[in-house]
């Protein structure tokens, strides 16, 4: 019975309340999950996203990706912090028809395949993060992120390669290849 209702409240998250985003099939989200977007949200096959995550940023994901509890995608220039005479809390924000400020020209967060982003990551606008990439807990993204590679700590660095050897790597992708990008298909 848990199951069915996980999958109902899924099926309802992509095809209503998160409807005019691209989200592929195999989205799961744990609860208190907030999506919003500017302009784009793509997300790839297989998609889990923990409890508590946000995506607020225009994101594009890639399939198997994995996103601990409290993950947050976020924009660097929410809020014109240099608006003249207005408070910030008063301040133009991303959310608002006429922003034009910084935000508009970040891009957005490039996620590859089979990446794994830790609990309480945070990612910011215009990062990417390539294939394999994993990103440890409470990792602050704001540069980015090399394939098959594991980054943590504030502001994220490379730690180490994600495979001890080049052989291993090769053969992990190679295998990839054959057992899950045919089902894409």
Not at 88 to 95: G, K, L, S
Not at 100 to 127: C, E, F, Q, T
Request: overall charge positive.
């Amino acid at each position: 019975m848990i199951k069915l209702i996980k999958k109902l409240r899924d099926y309802y998250l992509v095809a209503i309340k998160w409807r005019k985003y691209q989200i592929a099939p195999g989205f799961h989200a744990g609860k208190r999950v907030r999506i919003w977007a500017k302009h784009t949200i793509k997300i790839g096959r297989d998609f889990y996203i923990g409890r508590d995550s946000q995506i607020e940023t225009d994101c594009i994901i890639g399939d198997y990706v994995i996103f601990g509890n409290k993950v947050a995608i976020v924009g660097r220039y929410d809020h014109n912090y240099q608006q003249i005479g207005v408070p910030v809390r008063h301040a133009m924000e991303i959310r608002d028809k006429e922003y034009n400020w910084k935000g508009i020209d970040s891009g957005p967060v490039r996620i590859g395949d089979d990446v794994w982003v830790g609990y309480g990551a945070i990612i910011l606008s215009g990062v990417q993060i390539g294939n394999g990439a994993i990103i440890a807990a409470g990792a602050l993204v704001v540069k980015d992120v090399e394939s098959y590679t594991i980054y943590g700590g504030v502001p994220a660095k490379k730690i180490k390669d994600r495979f001890e050897t080049v052989a291993e790597k090769a053969e992990h992708i190679k295998l990839l290849s054959e057992e899950y990008i045919k089902k894409k298909r």
